[in-house]
């Protein structure tokens, strides 16, 4: 299984980006993918997550409400829709899967990509 990401970029504080992640080699339609990020100097920490199956999101406090993660199996791809970017948000943004449900410890993901840049300047 490979995840790609991509969409990162450079924004301005108040706007938006929007992250892609493409997965192949496997089909994910009972998985769990989530975005995690990190910034320099600190730990990786999660973002954002969807059940690829039955839709369920969960966010962490410091992004809900300006983040949506959706999915479209279709295409095995999941969005990062990334809205109100504060320059707090700048970091290098990683997508992973996982089929241990929808946990925020970076440890149960066993299925990475290799992270995309987001530069927000203020």
């Known amino acids: 299984v490979q995840l790609q990401a991509s969409g990162g970029g450079l924004a301005q504080a108040g706007g938006s980006l929007r992250l892609s992640c493409a997965s192949s080699?496997?089909?994910?339609?009972?998985?769990?993918m989530a975005w995690f990020r990190q910034a320099p100097g600190k730990e990786r920490e999660f973002v954002a997550a969807?059940?690829?199956?039955?839709?369920?999101?969960n966010y962490a406090d410091s992004v809900k409400g300006r983040f949506t993660i959706s999915g479209d199996n279709a295409k095995n791809t999941v969005y990062l829709q990334m809205n109100s970017l504060k320059s707090g948000d700048t970091a290098v943004y990683y997508c992973?899967?996982?089929?241990w449900g929808m946990g925020v410890q970076e440890s149960r993901y066993n299925y990475w990509g290799q992270g995309t840049q987001v530069t927000v300047s203020s």
């Open positions: 969807i059940h690829s199956r039955f839709g369920f999101t």
């Open positions: 992973a899967a996982t089929t």
């Open positions: 080699g496997r089909t994910f339609n009972n998985y769990v």
